[in-house]
C-alpha cells in the first residue's frame, strides 16, 4: 500500500509539495487532533454589537463591491453593520456573529481573553473552512479571472467553506475586529509563493498567525485529510522569516518581537498517564512512542515540541530526525513510515512537529 501526503504552503496561489512513503500495518482509523473548540452552553455576546451603528447603503452596484463595503466597514471603521433583510451581504455576517457566539468563551478578561479569541479563531478556520485545490491548479493552468473567486474574500469562507489563504487572512482579520482584538493582514510570500497571513496584538506585543499553514493536508489514496497544528500561531518577525520555508514580506512598525511558547504547559493523556507536549531528552520522547504503540491504535497525530539541550539552528534544519527516528522504531506496526528519503512527519518553526503514526 502507498501513501502519500502534501503540506499547503501557499496563498493567492499554492504551492504545493507532495511526498510519497510506502505504509505498514493495518491499525483501525485512529482520532484525528482534536481542536479545543467546544460550544458554548449560552451565546456570547459579541463585542462589536456594542459599537456605534453603520447602516449599509441601498442595494446597489457590484456584490463584490458590497462585500468589501462591509469588510471596511468592520475591519477598519469598527462599527457594527445593519442590514436590510434582502442585503446580500447580511448573511456573510450572520454567520461570523454565530461562529463567535457559539465558540468564543466567556468569562475570561485581558490578555487571557485575546488569546483565547485568537486560539479559537485559528482553529474555527482550520476546521469549518475547505481549501480550493481546485482554484489554485486553474490558476497555475493561466484563468487570469481566479482573483475574483469568492475563494479570495471573506464570502468564500463564511458562505461557501472554500478559501485561499487571503480569503482566510480577511476572515481572521474580520473576526478579530468583531471581538475588539488588533489584527492586520499582511501579504508577502511563503517558500516563494505569493501568501497572505496575519498579525495579532496580545497582551500588548505582536505575533505572526499563519492560519494557511496551520491546516495540514495529506493523502491516503485517493483520499485528502486535514489536521489542525499550531506551528505557525504567535511568532515573531525573525522566526517566521528565519525557518527554511520562510516567510518574506516588508518589515512595519507593527514589529512582532518575541514568540508565545503555545505547547508550553501543554499535555496529552495516552493510555491513562500525562505526558507533556514539550520533549526535553530522548528517553522521554521514546517513552511516549512506546505509550503509543501500546495504545493499540488509540493515538494517530500529535503535536510536539522538540527541546533538547544542545539542539541550535533548530530552524534552519531537521536537527531531529536522527532522535524521532529512534523513537518512531518504538511503534508497532504504523500506518505511517519512513521510506524512500520520506519523513513521516511535518516540521515547523522552533523544534514543533506533527507526527502521523496510525489512520
Known amino acids: 500500500m502507498r501513501f502519500s501526503f502534501k503540506k499547503i504552503f501557499c496563498a493567492i496561489l499554492a504551492a504545493t509539495i507532495v511526498f510519497s512513503f510506502v505504509g505498514c500495518g493495518g491499525v483501525s482509523a485512529s482520532p484525528d487532533i482534536k481542536p479545543h473548540l467546544t460550544l458554548n452552553t449560552k451565546k456570547h455576546a459579541v463585542p462589536i454589537e456594542g459599537y456605534d451603528a453603520f447602516t449599509m447603503p441601498e442595494i446597489d452596484g457590484d456584490y463584490r463591491e458590497r462585500v468589501e463595503v462591509l469588510y471596511q466597514t468592520v475591519v477598519y471603521d469598527k462599527k457594527r453593520p445593519l442590514f436590510d433583510d434582502d442585503d446580500p451581504v447580511k448573511k456573510i455576517y450572520d454567520v461570523a456573529k454565530g461562529w463567535l457566539e457559539d465558540y468564543i468563551p466567556d468569562g475570561v478578561t485581558g490578555e487571557e481573553r485575546e488569546y483565547a479569541v485568537v486560539h479559537t479563531i485559528h482553529d474555527l478556520l482550520i476546521v469549518k473552512t475547505d481549501y480550493d485545490f481546485d482554484l489554485y491548479n486553474s490558476s497555475l493552468g493561466g484563468n487570469v479571472d ?19 489563504c487571503d480569503g482566510l487572512a480577511r476572515a481572521f482579520n474580520f473576526l478579530c475586529a468583531m471581538e475588539g482584538v488588533e489584527c492586520m493582514r499582511v501579504t508577502g510570500s511563503f517558500s516563494s509563493a505569493t501568501h497572505a497571513w496575519n498579525k495579532v496584538k496580545i497582551g500588548g506585543s505582536y505575533y505572526n498567525v499563519d492560519v494557511t499553514a496551520d491546516a495540514v493536508h495529506y493523502s491516503v489514496g485517493s483520499k485528502t485529510y486535514k489536521q ?33 511558547d503555545y505547547y508550553d504547559g501543554g499535555v496529552i493523556e495516552i493510555g491513562g498517564k500525562t505526558y507533556s507536549t514539550v520533549i526535553k531528552n530522548q528517553s522521554r520522547l521514546n517513552a511516549l512512542f512506546s505509550a503509543i504503540s501500546d495504545a493499540k491504535g488509540e493515538v494517530g497525530k500529535i503535536e510536539l515540541k522538540l527541546d533538547f539541550d544542545g539542539k541550535t539552528q533548530v530552524n534552519f534544519a531537521d536537527m531531529y530526525s536522527s532522535e524521532i527516528a529512534t523513537a518512531y522504531g518504538k511503534v508497532k506496526n504504523p500506518d505511517f513510515a519512513f521510506g524512500n528519503g520520506i519523513k513521516p512527519y511535518f516540521q515547523f518553526p522552533n523544534g514543533v512537529y506533527l507526527f502521523l503514526i496510525y489512520k
Do not use: W
Open 228 to 260: 489542525v497544528a499550531h506551528g505557525y500561531m504567535l511568532l515573531s518577525d525573525e522566526t517566521i522569516s528565519g525557518f527554511a520555508q520562510k516567510h518574506d514580506f516588508t518589515p512595519t512598525h507593527f514589529v512582532a518581537q518575541s514568540d508565545f
Open 146 to 164: 481566479a482573483a475574483s473567486d469568492p475563494a479570495f474574500y471573506i464570502d468564500g469562507v463564511f458562505l461557501n467553506g472554500r478559501t485561499v
